[in-house]
């Protein structure tokens, strides 16, 4: 630290309310002290003391950051108002119509989109039923004897050729629910 010259000034004229305002604010520390204490302040925070009336760069920066963070704090709150506002609307009563079906209830104040979650569901109830009748026929068809099998494959062979049925990708025949039904028939017959 290099040695501080001090230079006496005998005279330096202030005004007695400024005096006042010093004398107040300095404590016990000399007016040398406070006085170096006020420039190494005004320096560090960057304020300039002829343009009083701007803010200093650190001010400047929290006042930013207070103004982004209510403009976020606003958007966040906007988009929960958004969020709410959906699920009251939409999912709730999706949600209380699908509580309702599961409970095996129907209820007469359901709207078009609960009644295509309603009719999705008897459709899925009844494929469901179907598909274990398949299941059913196809366990059946594996406990007959390779002869009724033969006998099986060749009714199935004679009514394909039947009908025109088309043939996917892998060779599998595509059919209607009528012609499923009709096949069934012909071969518990």
Do not use: C
Not at 11 to 25: A, G, P, R, T
Not at 53 to 67: C, G, H, S, V
Not at 102 to 117: C, K
């Amino acid at each position: 630290m290099a040695l501080k010259k001090k230079i006496e000034y005998a005279n330096l004229k202030i005004d007695v309310l400024v005096k006042n305002k010093i004398d107040s604010l300095k404590g016990r520390t000399t007016y040398s002290q406070w006085f170096d204490d006020i420039i190494d302040y005004v320096i560090m925070n960057g304020i300039d003391p002829k343009n009083y009336r701007t803010l200093p760069p650190a001010l400047t920066i929290t006042k930013t950051i207070t103004e982004t963070f209510k403009t976020l704090s606003d958007r966040l709150e906007n988009a929960i108002k958004i969020i709410r506002s959906i699920e009251t609307t939409k999912i709730d009563p999706m949600l209380h119509t699908i509580e309702s079906i599961a409970s095996g209830t129907q209820r007469d104040d359901i709207g078009p989109e609960e009644m295509q979650v309603f009719e999705m569901v008897k459709m899925n109830e009844q494929l469901q039923k179907e598909n274990s009748e398949m299941n059913q026929i196809i366990t059946n068809l594996k406990s007959t004897k390779l002869s009724d099998r033969k006998e099986l494959a060749a009714i199935v062979d004679d009514l394909i050729s039947e009908q025109h049925i088309s043939v996917d990708n892998s060779g599998n025949y595509i059919i209607t629910k009528e012609y499923k039904k009709l096949l069934i028939e012909k071969i518990r017959g």
